[in-house]
C-alpha cells in the first residue's frame, strides 16, 4: 500500500482507539501518535514518508565524509612526524573522501537514518529514558533491512508497543501503548491486503498471510486502497457514533 493509505488508516484506527476503548480520554496527540505509528515498519523501505522525513541529513552525509577526510589529512601533516603513522593516516582520510564521493542514493540514507537513531539513542541515554534509546535502535537498524521483514512482524508489533509502554511510565500519559501498537498493526493488516502479503511469524515461519486483493501501484489498486480507507472510516465513524 501506498504511504498516504497507510497513514490514513493509521490515523483512522486512532479514532477508534480513542472512541471505543474504555478508560480512554478521545485524545488528538493518541490519534496523531497511531499515524505515526502506522508508518513505522515501511522505514524498511527507501522511498517510505518517514523514512525520507528521518532521512533530512541524507544530503549533509557525503560532505561530513569529504570534512572528516580533510580533518585526517590536516592532522596528520600539522601533528604527525613523516613515516609510516603519518602514512597511515593519510590513507585513512583518503578512504573517507573516496567513501563520501562514491557515496550517494541508498546508502546516504541509510547513514543518515543510522546518525538519527544514534543520535536518539544518546538522548535516550542521556535523559535516562530507556523508550527513546530502543526508539533510536529501530530508527538505526530498520533501514538496513530487507523491505517487509523483520519490521513486519508480530515481534515488531511487540516491540513498538513495548516502546509505547515505557513511555507511558515514564510521561504519565495513559494509552502509549495502545494507539502506538494499534497504528503499527494497522499497518501490517493493511499489508495482508495485497499480493505480497506479510510474514507475521517472521523467521519462525516464511510463511506470507496475504489477501491478495490491492495490486500495490496500479490503478485498481489505488482505487481499492482508497475503497478501503472510506469503507474503514465509514465503519469505525458509525462505531463512534454509536457509543456516544
Known amino acids: 500500500m501506498r504511504g498516504t493509505a497507510h497513514l490514513?488508516?493509521?490515523?483512522?484506527?486512532?479514532?477508534?482507539?480513542?472512541?471505543?476503548?474504555?478508560g480512554l480520554p478521545f485524545s488528538l496527540p493518541g490519534i496523531a501518535l497511531a499515524g505515526f505509528s502506522s508508518l513505522a515498519p515501511d522505514l524498511d523501505h527507501p522511498e517510505s514518508r518517514l523514512s525520507q522525513r528521518l532521512g533530512f541529513a541524507q544530503k549533509y552525509v557525503r560532505y561530513v565524509f569529504t570534512l572528516a577526510a580533510l580533518g585526517i589529512a590536516g592532522f596528520s601533516y600539522w601533528q604527525l612526524r613523516p613515516g609510516p603513522e603519518q602514512r597511515m593516516y593519510y590513507t585513512v582520510a583518503l578512504a573517507f573522501?573516496?567513501?563520501?564521493?562514491?557515496?550517494?542514493?541508498?546508502?546516504?540514507?541509510k547513514l543518515a537514518l543510522l546518525f538519527t537513531g544514534l543520535g536518539t539513542v544518546v538522548a535516550g541515554l542521556y535523559t535516562e529514558q530507556l523508550w527513546v534509546s530502543l526508539l533510536g535502535v529501530f530508527i538505526s537498524l530498520a533501514p538496513f533491512t530487507t523491505h517487509r521483514s523483520w519490521t513486519h512482524t508480530i515481534w515488531a508489533v511487540a516491540l513498538w508497543t513495548y516502546i509505547g509502554h515505557l513511555a507511558d511510565e515514564r510521561l504519565g500519559w495513559h494509552g502509549v501503548a495502545v494507539f502506538a501498537g494499534a497504528g503499527y498493526a494497522s499497518h501490517l493488516v493493511a499489508d495482508t491486503l495485497?499480493?505480497?502479503?506479510?510474514?507475521?511469524?517472521?523467521?519462525?515461519?516464511?510463511?506470507?498471510?496475504?489477501?491478495?486483493?490491492?495490486?500495490?501501484?496500479?490503478?485498481?489498486?489505488?482505487?481499492?486502497e482508497m475503497a478501503v480507507c472510506a469503507g474503514y472510516g465509514l465503519l469505525v465513524l458509525g462505531l463512534v457514533l454509536g457509543r456516544m
Open 194 to 224: 495485497t499480493k505480497s502479503g506479510v510474514r507475521w511469524l517472521l523467521p519462525l515461519s516464511d510463511f506470507a498471510v496475504k489477501i491478495p486483493l490491492i495490486s500495490t501501484g496500479s490503478a485498481s489498486g489505488n482505487m481499492l
Open 8 to 22: 490514513t488508516i493509521g490515523l483512522i484506527t486512532g479514532v477508534a482507539i480513542a472512541g471505543l476503548v474504555p
Open 97 to 109: 573522501g573516496l567513501i563520501g564521493v562514491a557515496m550517494q542514493g541508498g546508502s546516504t540514507r
